[in-house]
């Protein structure tokens, strides 16, 4: 019976592994292709300036609208872009698009939009992140202070000569560079102190429990001191309530991002928000 039982479940374990290998692949049929026919497009989630309530910036989100399957996460398809090398040629269109639409902002004459562009490990490793920055500004004429890239923990820890010399690069162009997802990873002390970092991204995990998760709150004011201390900025990821924002006020954050301040919008929207935002703060003249 036990035997048998085993059988059963191999049989089933193997019928269901080669569906999840098939549609691996046929994914990855897919993607190659999505850049040519311009299946994917970026969104764009509002960073506000906590005290003021001010739009100051905002992150670029890629998503792919699959012809079959509809619009695909990047959380399923960036680890696939990863692992095939994918994310090289991907990773040059976002930054293009989005230092193009930040460019466009910045010719609307509104308040400054800073714009912020995740890059996976893969990316900060290749030999031509530096020339493929720069070139993105060049071709679009993005201000590079207008532009941060962001980097997780594991990109940055990995391998501590070879991250010091890309980030000095990258700084020299004079881009920004933040830490998305702070707390999930691992971090050297020793080494936020040496990278020149603008800002850390407390990750939403830490963020969604608050106000009640006492043990929540006393790891983001925790954060929030260290990154002052060191001089950097910290913005509060994954914001979806107003108790949440006046905790984070109160605790001196100086930057939110979330769905209660903003989901992650087409850019006319965008443009839209940047432009009461000016009405609102500009008095009106007669
Ligand atoms: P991330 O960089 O940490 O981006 C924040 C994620 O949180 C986004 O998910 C965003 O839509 C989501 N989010 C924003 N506000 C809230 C909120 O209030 N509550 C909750 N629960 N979630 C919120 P998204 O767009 O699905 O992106 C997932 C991840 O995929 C990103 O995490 C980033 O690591 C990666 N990713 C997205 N676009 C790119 C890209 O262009 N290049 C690379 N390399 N990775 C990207
Ligand atoms: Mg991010
Ligand atoms: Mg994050
Ligand atoms: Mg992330």
């Not at 049989?11 to 290998?21: A, E, G, H, N, P």
């Not at 969104?43 to 309530?53: A, N, R």
């Not at 090398?85 to 990773?91: E, R």
């Amino acid at each position: 019976h036990a035997k048998n039982c085993g059988k059963n479940n191999a049989k089933l374990y193997s019928s269901s592994l080669t569906m999840q290998i098939m549609s691996h692949v046929k994914l990855e049929v897919g993607l190659r292709r999505a850049l040519q026919n311009n299946e994917l497009y970026l969104l764009y989630q509002p960073q506000i300036d906590v005290p003021s309530g001010q739009i100051v910036g905002v992150e670029a989100l890629v998503r792919w609208r699959h012809p079959e399957r509809g619009i695909i996460s990047p959380t399923e398809f960036i680890p696939l872009a990863e692992e095939t090398g994918l994310i090289v040629p991907i990773g040059e269109w976002v930054l293009r698009t989005a230092c193009a639409q930040a460019r466009n902002w910045a010719d609307m004459g509104t308040q400054p939009v800073r714009m912020a562009v995740n890059l996976s490990a893969k990316q900060f490793k290749d030999d031509n992140l530096t020339q493929i920055v720069l070139s993105a500004l060049q071709e679009t004429g993005l201000a590079p202070g207008l532009l941060e890239l962001e980097l997780t923990e594991g990109t940055l820890m990995d391998d501590a000569r070879a991250t010091m010399f890309t980030l000095e690069q990258l700084r020299g162009i004079g881009v920004y560079l933040s830490i998305d997802d702070f707390g999930t990873g691992y971090s050297s002390m020793n080494y936020l102190k040496r990278f020149d970092v603008r800002a850390l991204k407390i990750d939403k995990s830490f963020i969604s429990g608050l106000p009640q998760d006492s043990e929540n709150a006393a790891i983001t004011r925790a954060i929030i001191a260290m990154a002052h201390g060191l001089k950097m900025a910290v913005v509060a990821e994954g914001v979806e309530t107003d108790e949440q924002l006046v905790m984070l006020e109160h605790y001196g954050c100086d930057l939110a991002q979330g769905y209660y301040l903003g989901h992650p919008s087409p850019p006319e929207s965008v443009t839209l928000m940047l432009g009461n935002q000016y009405a609102l703060a500009t008095p009106a003249t007669s």
